[in-house]
């Protein structure tokens, strides 16, 4: 399902930025207490030093005093920088719009943003844009050049569309992701194929992940409309007709079901978990996790 053009505002969206009271308070919100959100992941082994009365017991390594013939107590110290990897999901699901914006130009916008915050931090930012596989690659560097690099891959409809296999993709970023990683998933999550949370299980042994759903209100509800519609499967191209008013219900339970389970996937993993929806901003529910996650750790 490719498409001709793209109508990101991510130019005047570095000027909100700065602007807009809500976005300034997501970005400081970030920039100020990003290592604090990740404190589980920042911290790294330094060195050893004598035992000195009154340090915590737990701290000694028995195996290295063993060798030295005195009490070693392991020192760590808190690591200032992360690499953040995002990973969009530019698949045929996304490129769906019941109002002004595609999920897919609304994920990419809400992407360019964080992505903005996040390298003013100090912290490496890259981007896989995916749909069966990974269409663009971008390691996690420093400085404006990897940004603007984004911005020009976000900008290519060229990237956008295909098929949907998320598994496959969180098995294969683990091949190149260093450690002391933050993976941010931005997907609709529609179209998972069975056995995808075993690749999710295994990324978050060894990275800091979290989940955002970008879904459009029609994915949810279908009671604005009413009547017979022609639908068609996004990755299929399979059409049907649907009565909304005979199978209305039926869809909306089906859909609450769908979204608790992949919600509950991501808490059982101790994973962030995010949901969004393209006809609200995402400014406010971005900033009530992220000061939740941050109530939480500190």
Do not use: C
Request: charge should be neutral; glycine fraction near 6%; aromatic fraction near 12%.
């Amino acid at each position: 399902m490719p498409i001709k053009e793209l109508r990101l505002d991510l130019t005047p969206t570095l000027k909100k930025v700065k602007l807009k009271a809500r976005i300034d308070v997501l970005n400081k919100v970030l920039e100020g207490n990003w290592n604090t959100l990740f404190k589980g992941q920042g911290m790294e082994f330094a060195g050893y030093r004598q035992y000195t009365y009154g340090d915590d017991a737990s701290k000694i390594d028995w195996s290295a005093s063993l060798r030295a013939h005195e009490i070693l107590v392991r020192e760590l110290e808190e690591y200032h920088n992360f690499n953040v990897f995002f990973l969009l999901d530019v698949s045929n699901s996304m490129l769906f719009s019941s109002n002004n914006k595609l999920k897919a130009e609304y994920a990419a916008e809400m992407v360019h943003s964080l992505s903005y915050a996040m390298l003013n931090n100090g912290d490496a930012i890259g981007l896989g844009m995916f749909n069966e596989k990974l269409v663009t690659q971008i390691i996690p560097t420093l400085g404006k050049g990897v940004y603007y690099k984004m911005t020009r891959e976000l900008q290519d409809p060229d990237n956008y569309g295909g098929g949907y296999n998320l598994g496959k993709v969180l098995q294969y970023i683990s091949t190149f992701l260093q450690d002391r990683s933050v993976v941010i998933i931005v997907s609709d999550f529609i179209g998972l194929k069975e056995g995808w949370y075993r690749y999710l299980n295994i990324l978050s042994g060894k990275y800091d992940v979290i989940g955002i759903m970008v879904r459009d209100p029609r994915d949810a509800s279908v009671k604005d409309a009413e009547g017979q519609f022609l639908i068609e499967d996004p990755y299929t191209n399979s059409k049907i007709y649907m009565d909304s008013n005979e199978y209305r219900k039926l869809y909306e339970s089906y859909v609450k079901k769908e979204e608790d389970l992949i919600r509950k996937t991501f808490e059982r993993s101790k994973l962030g978990f995010v949901s969004l929806r393209t006809d609200e901003e995402y400014h406010e529910p971005l900033m009530k996790y992220f000061k939740k996650r941050l109530a939480l750790v500190r």
